[in-house]
């Protein structure tokens, strides 16, 4: 069993690790050359030209933040227990429920078809999963003779999910979305508060370039302070969760990221629905009340939580092979581009024949 001191050594090393991270991407994703990393040729025009498709670091940093938050999810839920087909099926099952509905939310909100939210993907996964895991629970007692532990397990998915948004947000910087406003357009005291927290983006593929004519403005740099906020948030939840204080560790990933989420909206300058407070700032309030509602209701029934455990579950073939499976799938899903393109020309290179 790890102790407390354990538990800080292993939240110190990640945060370390992330803190690395955030600091070159804060400084190099938001330049032009880190938007596309490949294209793909697609078909051939009349002047010999080929028209491409667009492989984006967006989807590449997507795809490792849902792998994050997979991995960790799944080692947290192996620590109290639960087994491996069980863990596994059902943290697929909430990607498979959650994923699509990153598309299906930003068309019915932001009536554009090749768009994609966090928010409305976060909504669906916060409020139905705990919901769905309840229903499932006569059957999984029926049929597989498993008592699912509810509040360790909606527990460590909000916590997966606060890391792996905040990765994610890495993955804006990239591509120039979810961008906040202007500077120069804040009043005095913000401007003076927001200095250290600014970013500008460079080239005209970036989404604040072509959607709001920002190239090279200085921005309020919200998608950097919210994968501070969330990857601390995930990281206090990580602690609490080791300690067994499911409940709480559950309310802190909740409550921090969606009143972030309402607060931080009033600060983007990104379409984000008619009306002064978004869709998205409702969805989160409902989430916040809904979130409060399952801690109130699901007992807090205690489990011994046993972090190695939890990791020697990761070095099974089937967990390796499913989050590489789950990677591809978010690459596929978020890499292609929809909203750029590619112009090739191939040619020899007759000085190397």
Same mark, same amino acid.
């Given at each position: 069993?790890?102790?407390?001191?354990?538990?800080?050594?292993?939240?110190?090393?990640?945060?370390?690790?992330?803190?690395?991270?955030?600091?070159?991407?804060?400084?190099?994703?938001?330049?032009?050359?880190?938007?596309?990393?490949?294209?793909?040729?697609?078909?051939?025009?009349?002047?010999?030209?080929?028209?491409?498709?667009?492989?984006?670091?967006?989807?590449?940093?997507?795809?490792?933040?849902?792998?994050?938050?997979?991995?960790?999810?799944?080692?947290?839920?192996?620590?109290?227990?639960?087994?491996?087909?069980?863990?596994?099926?059902?943290?697929?099952?909430?990607?498979?429920?959650?994923?699509?509905?990153?598309?299906?939310?930003?068309?019915?909100?932001?009536?554009?078809?090749?768009?994609? %939210?966090?928010?409305?993907?976060?909504? !669906?996964? /916060?409020? #139905?999963?705990? +919901?769905? $895991?309840?229903? *499932?629970?006569?059957? &999984?007692?029926?049929?597989?003779?498993?008592?699912?532990?509810?509040?360790?397990?909606?527990?460590?998915?909000?916590?997966?999910?606060?890391?792996?948004?905040?990765?994610?947000?890495?993955?804006?910087?990239?591509?120039?979305?979810?961008?906040?406003?202007?500077?120069?357009?804040?009043?005095?005291?913000?401007?003076?508060?927001?200095?250290?927290?600014?970013?500008?983006?460079?080239?005209?593929?970036?989404?604040?370039?072509?959607?709001?004519?920002?190239?090279?403005?200085?921005?309020?740099?919200?998608?950097?302070? %919210?994968?501070?906020?969330?990857?601390? !948030?995930? /990281?206090? #939840?990580?602690? +609490?969760? $080791?300690?067994? *204080?499911?409940?709480? &560790?559950?309310?802190?990933?909740?409550?921090?990221?969606?009143?972030?989420?309402?607060?931080?909206?009033?600060?983007?300058?990104?379409?984000?629905?008619?009306?002064?407070?978004?869709?998205?700032?409702?969805?989160?309030?409902?989430?916040?009340?809904?979130?409060?509602?399952?801690?109130?209701?699901?007992?807090?029934?205690?489990?011994?939580?046993?972090?190695?455990?939890?990791?020697?579950?990761?070095?099974?073939?089937?967990?390796?092979?499913?989050?590489?499976?789950?990677?591809?799938?978010?690459?596929?899903?978020?890499?292609?581009?929809?909203?750029?393109?590619?112009? /090739?020309?191939?040619?020899?290179?007759?000085?190397?024949?």
């Amino acid at each position: 069993m790890a102790t407390a001191i354990q538990h800080l050594l292993v939240i110190g090393l990640l945060a370390s690790v992330l803190g690395i991270l955030y600091g070159w991407a804060f400084r190099h994703l938001p330049l032009e050359r880190w938007q596309v990393f490949g294209v793909i040729p697609v078909c051939k025009d009349g002047d010999g030209s080929w028209q491409g498709l667009n492989l984006t670091y967006y989807g590449m940093i997507n795809g490792c933040a849902v792998s994050c938050a997979l991995t960790v999810a799944f080692v947290l839920m192996a620590a109290v227990g639960m087994s491996t087909p069980v863990a596994g099926f059902t943290l697929g099952g909430v990607l498979l429920l959650v994923a699509p509905s990153a598309k299906w939310v930003a068309r019915l909100v932001e009536k554009k078809r090749h768009t994609l %939210t966090i928010g409305g993907a976060s909504f !669906c996964g /916060l409020v #139905g999963t705990p +919901l769905l $895991l309840w229903l *499932l629970q006569p059957v &999984a007692s029926r049929w597989i003779s498993v008592q699912l532990p509810l509040l360790p397990i909606i527990s460590a998915m909000a916590i997966g999910y606060a890391l792996g948004e905040g990765i994610g947000r890495l993955a804006c910087l990239s591509f120039g979305c979810c961008y906040g406003k202007p500077i120069d357009e804040l009043g005095p005291v913000l401007r003076h508060l927001s200095a250290p927290f600014r970013v500008v983006f460079h080239g005209a593929t970036k989404k604040a370039a072509y959607a709001g004519g920002l190239d090279g403005r200085p921005l309020l740099a919200i998608q950097s302070v %919210t994968s501070v906020l969330y990857t601390m !948030c995930a /990281l206090a #939840g990580v602690y +609490l969760y $080791l300690e067994g *204080l499911f409940k709480s &560790a559950y309310l802190v990933c909740v409550l921090v990221t969606q009143a972030w989420r309402i607060v931080s909206e009033l600060a983007r300058a990104d379409y984000r629905g008619d009306g002064h407070i978004s869709a998205y700032q409702y969805m989160a309030a409902i989430t916040t009340l809904v979130g409060v509602a399952y801690a109130v209701v699901l007992p807090a029934v205690p489990f011994q939580v046993d972090l190695v455990r939890g990791v020697w579950a990761l070095w099974d073939p089937a967990v390796i092979v499913g989050v590489q499976l789950a990677w591809i799938g978010v690459f596929l899903f978020t890499g292609r581009s929809r909203t750029t393109a590619a112009r /090739l020309f191939l040619f020899v290179r007759t000085d190397r024949i």
